[in-house]
């Protein structure tokens, strides 16, 4: 190909192109003072790892393998599943096996996975450990923190010093749980545990309740509707909205008045028709501590069991009624009664 010849009238020549100036872009740099200069520290040696890192490698739980683990007991089951008691074979140390019933597409499964990633990281001394999660033979399982007392379902505490530290304790573990943005939403009883350390930790604080909404995203009524608010149930009561942190509250109220008086505290038994639960929880006024109990517990019980879900107490804030603070006068004692709770030594905690 031939080259291209510029048009007519353009030259080429130096003296017909105009001469451009360049502009002088270079900065002196500043004078470096030695008198500051500091030597800068070795990076340590690859044969003695930092402290930090062996801090926390030490602190990050171990991974425990399905195959190592020998189911024992069965603890108790419900129309989710059934929990296992099982043994981790080379520590000796046990553990709850929650097995879901069902069969799950990949996408429901994979969204358990990140929701299950979300509650190992849940630490408090008051709230039952999430460990680990298998998906095995189709199944998911779910490796939960043991606890040898079994749940308070069926228990009864009528004395108040005892039910303070029960309740403070619950309060301390809902407290911590609601500052995570996490709602329980199926406080009761049976998902109330103790050990033999008489620690009272909430259970199934997450589990139930992402597994639901994951496996039917229109169920928004998780949990036992015999502890449930009045709002939640009907939500005419209060023009649809609804406060979660506060439905809680009034679950608690509804279990703490139950371990007293040793019975459902409604008109009607909590195992009723829906519609009679309905009617006794949505339409009759909240139940209240009988008159033989201190002022002190009737106001704690009232505070939680408010119809206006705006007027309940927070959990933080009920840690402070003078209620709970019965329950630290005097520990030993409260722990002796605690005592009391767990299964008489040689028989099964479930």
């Known amino acids: 190909m031939r080259p291209t010849q510029p048009p007519q009238g353009m030259g080429t020549s130096n003296q017909e192109r105009p001469c451009r100036r360049k502009k002088n872009l270079i900065l002196p740099l500043p004078q470096r003072d030695t008198s500051f200069a500091m030597p800068l520290p070795l990076p340590p040696s690859n044969s003695t790892p930092s402290t930090s890192h062996q801090s926390a490698s030490s602190q990050s739980p171990q991974q425990v393998a399905f195959v190592e683990l020998e189911r024992l007991t069965r603890i108790g089951s419900g129309s989710g599943g059934t929990v296992y008691k099982v043994r981790h074979r080379p520590t000796g140390r046990f553990y709850a096996l929650k097995v879901i019933f069902g069969t799950h597409e990949e996408s429901v499964r994979r969204q358990i996975h990140r929701e299950i990633q ?42 108040e010093r005892q039910l303070a530290d029960v309740a403070r304790q619950i309060l301390r573990g809902l407290a911590y749980l609601h500052r995570l943005h996490i709602v329980h939403r199926d406080i009761k009883p049976s998902n109330l545990l103790i050990n033999s350390q008489k620690q009272v930790k909430i259970a199934d604080f997450g589990v139930g309740r992402i597994l639901a909404q994951t496996m039917d995203p229109c169920n928004s009524s998780v949990g036992t509707i015999a502890y449930m608010s009045p709002e939640r149930i009907n939500t005419d009561i209060n023009d649809g909205q609804y406060d979660a942190y506060a439905g809680d509250i009034w679950s608690l109220g ?45 106001d704690f019980i009232s505070r939680c069991l408010q119809r206006d879900p705006s007027r309940r107490w927070t959990a933080a ?13 005097n520990q030993n004692q409260v722990y002796q009664n605690l005592h009391q709770l767990l299964p008489p030594p040689g028989l099964p905690s479930s």
């Open 254 to 298: 509804v279990s703490i008045l139950e371990f007293y008086m040793g019975k459902f505290p409604f008109s009607v038994g909590r195992q009723g028709d829906w519609a009679s639960l309905m009617c006794a929880i949505c339409m009759s006024q909240p139940p209240e501590a009988p008159p033989t109990a201190s002022m002190e517990f009737r």
């Open 317 to 329: 804030r009920l840690l402070g009624h003078p209620f709970i603070f019965q329950g630290v006068g």
């Open 118 to 159: 979300i509650l190992r990281d849940v630490n408090d001394q008051n709230v039952v450990k999430c460990h680990d999660m298998y998906d095995h033979s189709g199944e998911i399982q779910v490796l939960l923190e043991f606890m040898d007392g079994g749940s308070l379902e069926g228990r009864r505490i009528p004395n």
